[in-house]
């Protein structure tokens, strides 16, 4: 053990203090900086829900349809792989400039993705901007530390609220820019930029805390040993090449190309030793051992992982759907109706902040959450190349209101399950795995969607085309055109008319639906998993208390004063306490 780690260790041990603190509960700056945090997240729902959503938009204009998904997936890898270490250092630095500064790359990145001139370019311009949720765990930690424990399932609840508001934010703006007008993406992405300067302006001054014990105590030299860099190596290679070889799947190479083996293999290798080396050799590191005392973090870390992995179902290819089946429907319209999602989320905020304030638990409302995830996925895995609209504004219910359930409960079950003195590394843990489940389910969603559509494609508009006269030879152009939605391209092939078109579109429509179809039983199969890791969970009772783990405002009293005091009183004819 080196002498930083000595060190931590002395001072996370009882030792007897001469003075005493008064913690004052600062409303109007709690309430403030709540608003400040909730900024952040505002900002990053902006910028992953435009990832998803507006890609396509961005490759009609720039061109790089097949890199498409590549935004999301940039963001998600980013994330994962820039949490970790950016919590743990916040332990020993200082929340504050960690919250600041990479919010501020979301603004660079924001420029760059709205002057995009390739996919290539927007790209690095995800990449950066996706630093920016990194500083993701801090706005959980800092939103629950400075409250008394009791309340933190309305911190939680302001950031899902946070998340709902970006959410609508992104799909009702960023729709009506993008309507009929693909290159409204740059409008879009210019007032990204605007509202993350903004939210960086707040996050530096309205987010001022105490000095931490570690910030003071420890020399630059000691906090930079007390850093898992094995790990954080280990984690961010083995994540980072483990999906990119799923991203490659089907896009374009098979399983038996070097392009997806070589990356995949290697990655799960440095995963393998990560694993052994964070459970053998350091058991203060990444995956600090202290963390898995109680069987609750380590299943919220299962279950946020397939809410991460759900997310993504719903943010590509919900709207995806709608638009494939509801032939000639407004991308705009497509937009309104996933923004429903949202608006439950934003009610469900409220609801469940408040469940679990009332009642003091955690696994029903985690369970309810897998159980919303299960219909929603169910109902659009039985959609068919007939299912009417209105459906989809049913459908989209369920996932809302899964979503509002499971991410208050499941941060706030891991920060009572844990050390208050780990809750950065807690809750960056948790948004760590949340993007690898995004990450992971980008790349599964792709293959499977991939797999399902190429392998019907063909056959099915053959079937349906060839007997009204069309040759083999043109299918494959006939499928181009109106996938491009060219339709007066494709009249011009020889023997394609207005009848085989209709034939066509349907048939393309039919091979679409059995893609989805992949992508939500997968989905279902997860959220079951999800379902029963929830049933497990202990109610975390007496956990709900009046403590709070970082105040913003901490009075000294000196020992000497409180003796002075109490012995007036005394003499008055009455005694009081100092409560610390």
Known sequence: MDKSEEKIEQLASPTESLDEEVVIWNHKKEFALLLALCSQYFCQMLFIVGAGVYARSIAAVVGGESLSSWPATAINILTAATIPPI????????????LAVPTSLGFIGSIIVARASSMQMAIAGFVLGGASF???PLVHAVASETMPRKYRSFAQGACNSAIALGSLFSLLVGGALTNN???GFRTYWYI???IYVLSTVMLATLYNPPPRELQLTLTFKEKVRCLDWVGFFLYIAGLVLFCLGLSYSQNPFGWTNAHILAPFLIGVVFILILIGYEWKVKKDGLFHHGLFQNRNF????VAVFIEGYIFMSANIYFPYSMEIVNTGISTFRVLVCYSIAFICLLLMSFLIGGYIYRTKTVRATAMASNIGFIIYASLMASVTAKTPESHFWGYITFYGSGLGCGVITLYTTAQLSTPPELIAVTSGLMGSIRSTGGSVAVAIYGALFNQGLTSNLFPKVASAVVPLGVSEDNIGALIADLSAGAVEAALK?????????EAAGEA????????????FICAVAFATLGLGASAFLINPRKEFNAKIDAPLDVLEVKAEDVERDMAVEIKGGKATTIEG
């Open 87 to 98: 919590a743990r250092a916040a332990d020993l630095w200082g929340r504050k400039w960690f």
């Open 181 to 183: 007008n693909p290159a």
């Open 134 to 136: 990194g500083a993701q």
């Open 192 to 194: 990204c930029a605007g």
């Open 493 to 501: 092939l020889p023997g394609v008319t207005i009848e085989v078109v």
């Open 298 to 301: 380590p299943l919220a870390l």
């Open 508 to 519: 393309l429509k039919s091979a679409y639906v059995i893609g989805f179809r992949d992508v």
